[in-house]
């Protein structure tokens, strides 16, 4: 009778590997999570980019009548959603969770100093997320925030009518809001706010 050599693992080198393994897991699941909200923050930047320059777009083509009050900053409602003044025809969504109606908008301020206009954009996601009202030039993945400010999270509009837009007007502070709403297939002033 032959005698077989059984070959193995032992107890004590199957352990050793899991610890391993585990060790290496709790090292990359983080650096990998850390990368998939990077790269989701530089989608979102560029999607609000598209976004502003179609707002830029339907202002310069004076889509939705003269915004060229200096004292006034217009808040477009934009989102890939029902409720928006402004959809892309490809993209627009949120790769974080949906945008919150009354919540993400762009800002479009007339600047009487230098005669052009001026795009902000602001908004509050589903998933927690938000932006406050932030200038074009200025927007980039670092302004994506998680969790909301408790500023933010309050009402846009009490925290639009504190800044200081430096338009070349007495003040320069914002004195009127105006929202649009998309209401019987157009973009237009809302009433009674």
């Known amino acids: 009778m032959k ?3 059984k070959k193995g693992f032992t107890l004590i080198e199957l ?9 290496l897991m709790a090292i990359a699941i983080p650096s990998v999570t850390r990368y998939i909200t990077q790269s989701r923050k530089k989608t979102l930047a560029s999607t609000i980019d598209q976004y502003i320059t179609d707002v830029a777009t339907n202002v310069n083509d004076n889509s939705w009548g003269a915004l060229s009050d200096g004292s006034k900053l217009y808040l477009i409602p934009v989102s890939n959603m029902d409720w928006s003044c402004v959809k892309l025809e490809k993209g627009g969504s949120n790769p974080f969770g949906n ?15 230098d005669f052009s ?19 074009q030039k200025d927007i980039n993945q670092s302004k994506i925030v998680n969790p909301i400010p408790e ?4 009402n846009t509009i009490n925290t639009v009518q504190q800044l200081d837009l ?10 009127n809001v105006v929202i649009y ?3 019987d297939g157009t973009c237009q002033a ?3 706010v």
């Open 166 to 175: 430096n338009d070349g007007t007495e003040s320069g502070k914002v004195k």
């Open 190 to 192: 809302k009433t009674g």
């Open 3 to 5: 005698k077989m050599n």
């Open 15 to 23: 352990l050793a590997v899991i610890v391993i393994l585990g060790l």
């Open 99 to 113: 945008w919150i109606e009354g919540q993400t908008f762009v800002g479009v301020h007339y600047n009487a100093k």
């Open 117 to 135: 206009y001026e795009y902000y954009f602001t908004f509050i996601d589903s998933a927690g997320y938000g932006m406050p009202l932030t200038l």
């Open 181 to 183: 709403e998309y209401k």
């Open 151 to 154: 500023t933010l999270s309050t």
